[in-house]
T-cell receptor
Framework: DADVTQTPRNRITKTGKRIMLECSQT?????MYWYRQDPGLGLRLIYY???????NKGEISDGYSVSRQAQAKFSLSLESAIPNQTALYFC????????????FGEGSRLTVL | EDQVTQSPEALRLQEGESSSLNCSYT??????LFWYRQDPGKGPEFLFT???AGEEKEKERLKATLTKKESFLHITAPKPEDSATYLC???????????FGKGTSLLVTP
């Protein structure tokens, strides 16, 4: 089993629908992240969490929200999806002291029609 | 604001043809510079961490180097299985999350 698991792996939805992407990890790491990847734009940080009670906005948090349900679980929600949120979403974790060594999930491809 | 610029955007090499990928960066106090490899349809995979100018790391055919303004990923005698997108990222001293470059897409042909 993968150390960082994302569900769903693929999702097609319509504009205005609420979507949740889930991430769970077995690494025992405190830090978890959500990135989105778009062709030509690279990986951009949406939200990050350094522990269950610490959640922070990244550079592109507008239109997204997150929940850290437990040390091992970090979910990303799109309250009202729009087409420009079509992207590949990655969850990642890191531990201390090597906080820059990220372990990524396989990605969730989201298409908003 | 931290910035990471990778060049070239794409690189095509013949098997055995050595080359280098570049990562230029600006950051307010570098905590670390990181290289990742990403295969199509997969999440990025960690390769190296570099902490200070002059540092070098090696893994098989890859060697990463760091100066105060840029990092290079040298690929010696590449093989087709080295084909992937290589991502560079920086982390500031604040310990904030990583800031990634857009990547270099490498294709190695037999």
């Amino acid at each position: 089993d993968a150390d960082v698991t994302q569900t769903p792996r693929n999702r097609i939805t319509k504009t205005g629908k609420r979507i949740m992407l889930e991430c769970s990890q077995t690494k025992g790491h405190d830090r978890m992240y959500w990135y989105r990847q778009d062709p030509g734009l690279g990986l951009r940080l949406i939200y990050y969490s350094f522990d269950v009670k610490d959640i922070n906005k990244g550079e592109i948090s507008d239109g997204y929200s997150v929940s850290r349900q437990a040390q091992a679980k970090f979910s990303l929600s799109l309250e009202s999806a729009i087409p420009n949120q079509t992207a590949l979403y990655f969850c990642a974790t890191s531990g201390t002291p090597n906080t820059g060594e990220l372990f990524f999930g396989e990605g969730s491809r989201l298409t908003v029609l | 604001e931290d910035q990471v610029t990778q060049s070239p955007e794409a690189l095509r090499l013949q098997e055995g043809e050595s080359s280098s990928l570049n990562c230029s960066y600006t950051v307010s106090g570098l905590r670390g510079l990181f290289w990742y490899r990403q295969d199509p349809g997969k999440g990025p995979e960690f390769l190296f961490t570099l902490y200070s100018a002059g540092e070098e790391k090696e893994k098989e055919r890859l060697k990463a180097t760091l100066t105060k303004k840029e990092s290079f990923l040298h690929i010696t005698a590449p093989k087709p299985e080295d084909s992937a997108t290589y991502l560079c990222a920086v982390q500031a001293n604040s310990g904030y999350a990583l800031n990634f470059g857009k990547g270099t897409s490498l294709l190695v042909t037999p």
